[in-house]
């Protein structure tokens, strides 16, 4: 009989044997068609020699091996939903001791409820409408509250006739798949919100951002690059800044940084300056290299910092450590380094230089009567005209001070050429200045030292021209004329030193007296404290300003007991008025100067304690003020010294802020706590110019170093509300209140 005849016959039926539990999995074949033994997995001796088989034999064996090694649960049901077929997987995830034990149960005997009605009703649907379903998510299926997830598919289960008999169906345990894939979501949200992040900060920064490519082209640029170029993006990306029309020489080095950053992979940190929309701006730039996944770099990210605002602020305060801020003539710092440099050329080439020292006449006389606007525009005339007084190319005019100028000469043959511009300086002064159609006349008085010496010191050519000066205002009172420095005002120096020694007797009479400038919170115009200011009560010539006599203790190293008498007296006068002070009121402050030469004296840390401790005043209520120039004279002992005074708790103040050195690597290196505004920029505030320029920077610089900022000499209810205006947060001057004795001070503020 052939092999289709057989199976037709029904040779090798695959039902299972008579005794086998309906619905277990399909006993494995007992033999070959040999006689040899079969095992479930085969037999890999007998697989050489495997025979052939009807399809019912075959069909047998497939769903034998299909329902006990499938790693997916199969199962069958009848239209009840009962279990007539069962995978070995199924039993092992239902509990069931064996497939066979599962024949006959539903779905209820094993998993939740929910899931077992849920799943009750997808087959009877199946079994109503043919139609399978596939990819069905199920979850937390089992009575264990299990975290499982399965995927299940469901199909109608047919007889050969295509009736419906029952469903069948495989699940797949899809609990890790679906873990990763909630990780992968929650990665790719976590990415996409911090992309959004990045991006909308990238997109608001005000930091220009760019990127180029290896060949040097913009890829990106952000809003802020777009808005700093003046360009819209389709005219800056894609174009190299050669092709966007920089000038040649930023082009060259900045192409150059790029290639190295491209080609070494290490970023780098630049500064540098363009012009873009017609402005040259400042930048520092840092470059940033970016890798593809293989390391290469592949493009630079350049992140830029513009600078321009901060540039200009540095260079108009650089400006003004060497310019008068009102005439724009060289300030004493420039001039002295110009004296210097004169002085060191001598000692090379030889020849002479000339200093002529300027003093203005009667210029007090119309400070006073017209006021500080006439003065002030008196003094940039001036400047003015002492310009073009002078030898053009190699004569330096400055400003000294208050109605001080000086002009260095070099490259002079003798006293002719000096005597020359002195006389030019007369006939240019000579002509009548004009205020408000008013005309004013002025001369000057000028002092004129001459050296061959190249050993001579700048301050020794100013002080001889000075001195000379002052011989030529006591002759003359104040007509103008000119002299030059010789031994006869040498001998007039002479008569400071009678001076001197009434200073020394002074000192051991105590006739020093204090007089208080109150200082005021400019905000609410409250009292805050005081500066103490030191006076002379001389026998014979009564009570003498500072002005008067401050220089030559200075000189004569006699500041030190004075300023030491000064401290101890003012510490304790406040620690009085402390006192009797309104407890709920704050302790008042008390200001007092330093001069340079206390700057130098070892001992100023202990005396400064010991006054401290002597009154009973706290450390912050007191401030001690020094110019710039008494720091920038001994930095290094300055800088020091003033550490010493600040760790112990008191407060530093820059007086004359702007008038000297004016440093920034001062306010970097000192202590200070205040910055005092000159009032020469008090004055200049009412006055189109750039005085207010100049107040709003520092008082910004100050604030932002955490600093407060103190106005001298407010005159005026205007100068009052434009430091207020200003952010300036004290305010001391005639406007509040004269100097006046301590009983008169707390009459009149306490």
Not at 205 to 219: A, E, N, V, W
Not at 228 to 236: F, H, K, M, T
Not at 267 to 277: C, K, N, R
Not at 489 to 506: H, P, Q
Request: with cysteine; glycine share 8%; charged share 25%.
């Amino acid at each position: 009989m052939s092999v289709e005849a057989e199976a037709e016959a029904g040779t090798g039926s695959a039902a299972p044997a008579p005794d086998a539990a309906p619905g277990a999995v399909p006993d494995a074949p007992a033999a070959t068609a040999d006689g040899a033994e079969a095992t479930a997995t085969g037999d890999a001796a007998a697989a050489t020699d495997v025979p052939r088989l009807d399809q019912d034999e075959l069909d047998r064996i497939c769903l034998y091996n299909l329902l006990s090694a499938c790693a997916d649960t199969i199962f069958f049901k009848d239209r009840e939903s009962r279990f007539i077929r069962v995978s070995r997987s199924q039993a092992d995830l239902t509990g069931a001791e064996s497939p066979t034990e599962m024949i006959g149960k539903t779905d209820f005997d094993y998993f939740t409820s929910a899931h077992a009605g849920n799943a009750f009703q997808d087959e009877q649907k199946i079994i109503r409408t043919g139609v399978p379903m596939f990819d069905i998510r199920e979850a937390n299926t089992l009575p264990d509250a299990s975290e499982r997830v399965f995927s299940c598919s469901k199909q109608p289960l047919r007889d050969f006739d295509g009736m419906i008999i029952g469903t069948f169906g495989i699940s797949r345990d899809i609990t890790a798949r679906t873990t990763t894939e909630a990780q992968l979501r929650a990665k790719t949200a976590e990415l996409d919100r911090i992309g959004t992040e990045l991006r909308a900060l990238i997109e608001s920064s005000p930091d220009p951002m760019c990127r180029f490519d290896r060949q040097l082209r913009y890829t990106y640029a952000n809003p802020a690059a777009l808005r700093v170029a003046g360009v819209p993006e389709s005219e800056l990306v894609g174009r190299t800044n050669r092709e966007a029309g920089h000038q040649e020489k930023f082009v060259r080095e900045w192409e150059q940084t790029l290639r190295r950053v491209l080609r070494t992979g290490v970023g780098d940190e630049v500064e540098h300056d363009l012009v873009l929309a017609g402005t040259r701006r400042f930048f520092h730039t840092r470059l940033v290299p970016e890798r593809d996944a293989t390391g290469t770099v592949v493009s630079v990210l350049t992140v830029s910092h513009d600078l321009t605002d901060r540039k200009r602020i540095e260079d108009a305060l650089a400006e003004q450590a060497v310019r008068d801020p009102l005439t724009h003539l060289a300030n004493r710092a420039l001039l002295v380094d110009r004296i210097d440099q004169a002085l060191a050329k001598m000692r090379v080439q030889g020849g002479r230089l000339a200093v002529l020292f300027l003093d203005l006449d009667r210029f007090k006389v119309v400070n006073d009567s017209l006021g500080h606007a006439a003065g002030d525009a008196l003094l940039v005339a001036t400047a003015a005209r002492l310009r073009s007084a002078v030898r053009q190319g190699s004569d330096l005019v400055a400003r000294f001070g208050g109605d001080e100028f000086v002009i260095l000469c070099e490259h002079v043959q003798g006293r002719k050429d000096a005597a020359d511009v002195a006389r030019r300086v007369t006939r240019a002064l000579s002509a009548p200045f004009e205020r408000d159609g008013q005309p004013i006349h002025i001369s000057a008085s000028i002092g004129i030292a001459v050296t061959s010496d190249p050993m001579t010191t700048a301050d020794e050519l100013l002080r001889d021209a000075d001195a000379a000066m002052f011989r030529v205002k006591a002759r003359n009172h104040g007509s103008g004329s000119y002299i030059f420095f010789d031994d006869s005002v040498r001998e007039e120096a002479v008569s400071r030193l009678w001076l001197e020694g009434e200073l020394r007797r002074a000192i051991e009479e105590k006739e020093f007296r204090l007089v208080y400038e109150p200082v005021y919170n400019l905000r609410d115009r409250q009292i805050i404290g005081m500066e103490a200011l030191i006076r002379w009560q001389h026998p014979e010539r009564g009570l003498l300003p500072p002005s008067t006599f401050i220089e030559i203790a200075e000189d004569c190293d006699l500041i030190v007991p004075i300023g030491r008498w000064v401290l101890h007296e003012a510490c304790g006068q406040l620690a009085v008025w402390n006192r009797r002070r309104d407890p709920g009121k704050p302790p008042l402050t008390m200001a007092v100067n330093l001069s340079p030469r206390q700057l130098n004296d070892e001992g100023l840390v202990a005396e400064v304690a010991n006054a401290l401790r002597g009154s009973g005043l706290e450390p912050e209520q007191l401030t001690l003020e020094v110019t710039e120039t008494a720091v920038h004279e001994a930095p290094q002992f300055a800088q020091a010294v003033l550490s010493q005074v600040s760790d112990l708790g008191v407060q530093i103040a820059l007086d004359d802020f702007g008038t000297g050195y004016s440093s920034l690597g001062h306010l970097r290196r000192i202590p200070a706590n205040a910055l005092k505004i000159d009032r020469a920029f008090v004055n200049g505030l009412e006055h189109k110019g750039g005085d207010t320029a100049i107040v709003t920077a520092v008082v910004t610089m100050a604030h932002a170093l955490g600093m407060i900022t103190v106005g001298e000499g407010i005159e005026s209810e205007a100068q009052y509300e434009y430091l207020r205006a200003l952010g300036c947060d004290q305010g001391q001057g005639y406007l509040f209140a004269e100097p006046v004795s301590a009983a008169a001070f707390e009459t009149l503020h306490l």
